[in-house]
């Protein structure tokens, strides 16, 4: 993740201690601030249901009405959990699928809250009453993060159901009816780039604080939509956009938590922006995105996957590549494993990627973004990622790097 809000904006924001090894920005009495980003441990993306109400065309692990599935029981569930809370995952987001539908939920998120876990929802938002607002305060939930993908009809077209926004938006306002903290989440395509200022002028209506903008990731249904990706100038004018409408927000008074989320790249893109606006301040975001590592230290290492047949993954969009079955064997263990051939890659990248992303003069702070994605898109986890959008002269890829590549 790339916090605009933090390293744009200036803002202390709640990830601040896990994200940048920053003591007194969020952390409870209970957690510990990582002295280097590789001592982290993993974020946890549960998909703990394969059932969903919608019917998303980009939904990344092909969840749906009536899909196979191995998820496990609720006293599976609970020594999961166990195992997790022992081997010191910071925070466990229960997703799906719609993780709503799944009748032991709050059972499970009270569980992991009690171990001392903070306890995450990915939603659709579209289940959320308030009787269910309730129970999620109830359990003390961290978060409640509700997907959208545009205003009205572009999100309903994107969900497969008509209504679905109007849905979610309800969910939203329940949420924060019941005082808990929610944010939106939104994967950016050809549907609603135009759409984005719209989209934060929602943000201003609603008094929505967070939002989190993904960037495309061919997984699960998603490969069959490769025409909704956007181009590299494309990228380039929806992260200035983001950029912008984030700074407004700022100077408007708003406390704000604005990030972009699976490529790296944004960060490199905000240094080199600040280098022309405040050196001095680019120096600050430097040390802050060189203590993070990038994709150096999120797939593999600060996040991971249990999906809903039980497979380990070293991220939610890994699905193609088992690392090992909760059903088998502990997740510590799974995750611990030396023997491992691609999380023993994703630990080490430097010997291992290729190409322009071996050469760039931004790898400390980028660390060859989402290596799934270039696995996605190449057959190979250590190709470059498609998706890095700058030039070849700002990762400086000189003649002589051409040669060397060549060689």
């Given amino acids: 993740m790339i916090n605009i809000s933090k390293l744009y904006c200036d803002q202390v924001t709640p ?22 980003a590789s001592q982290r441990r993993p974020i946890v993306v549960w998909n703990i249901t394969r059932a969903c109400n919608l ?47 799944r009748p032991d939920l709050f059972e499970l998120i009270a569980y992991a809250g009690d171990k001392g876990m903070r306890t995450v929802i990915s939603t659709n938002g579209t289940l959320i009453d308030r009787k269910i607002a309730k129970k999620i305060k109830d359990c003390k939930v961290s978060y409640v993060g509700i997907s959208l993908d545009g205003i009205g009809d572009i999100n309903d077209k994107f969900r ?15 949420c924060m009816d019941a005082d808990i ?5 939104l994967t950016l395509t050809q549907r609603n780039l135009e759409d984005l200022k719209g989209l934060f002028n929602f943000f201003e209506a609603e008094k929505i604080e967070r939002a989190c903008f993904y960037h495309f990731v061919p997984s699960g249904r998603g490969k069959g939509i490769f025409n909704e990706d956007l181009t590299h100038t494309q990228t380039r004018a929806a992260i200035e956009m983001i950029l912008s409408e984030t700074k407004r927000f700022k100077e408007m008074g708003r406390k704000t938590d604005i ?29 802050l995105l060189v203590w993070n590592g990038g994709g ?20 939610q969009f890994w699905y193609h590549y088992e690392l090992g079955d909760v059903h088998e064997k502990k997740f510590s263990e799974i995750w611990t494993d030396p023997d491992e051939p691609l999380l023993k890659g994703l630990r080490n990248r430097r010997e291992y990627v290729k190409g322009r992303c071996r050469v760039c003069k931004f790898f400390d702070v980028c660390g060859g973004s989402l290596r799934v994605r270039a696995d996605l898109s190449y057959g190979d986890p250590w190709a470059p990622d498609p998706a890095c959008y700058l030039s070849d002269n700002e990762i400086g890829l000189d003649e002589a790097k051409k040669k060397e590549l060549i060689k």
């Avoid at 990830?15 to 280097?36: A, F, N, Q, S, T």
């Avoid at 990030?259 to 405040?278: A, F, I, P």
């Fill in 181 to 185: 903290r929610v944010g939106l989440r």
């Fill in 160 to 174: 497969g159901v008509e209504g679905a926004f109007d849905r979610a938006v309800a969910g939203i306002r329940n």
């Fill in 259 to 287: 990030l972009t989320v699976d490529n790296h790249v944004d960060g490199v893109y905000l240094y080199l922006k600040l280098l022309e606006e405040d050196p001095a301040k680019a120096e600050l975001v430097w040390k």
């Fill in 15 to 36: 990830g601040d201690w896990l994200r940048y090894g920053k003591k007194g920005c969020g952390e409870r009495e209970c957690e510990i601030v990582p002295l280097v």
């Fill in 55 to 101: 019917r998303c065309i980009h939904c990344y692990n092909d969840s749906g009405t009536g899909k196979a599935s191995n998820d496990a029981t609720k006293d599976e569930a609970m020594a999961i959990i166990d195992d997790l809370a022992h081997f010191g995952v910071p925070s466990l987001l229960f997703s799906g699928g719609e993780p709503l539908m």
């Fill in 296 to 315: 150096m230290y999120s797939s593999g290492v600060g996040i991971g996957c249990i999906d809903f047949n039980g497979k380990v993954h070293p991220d």
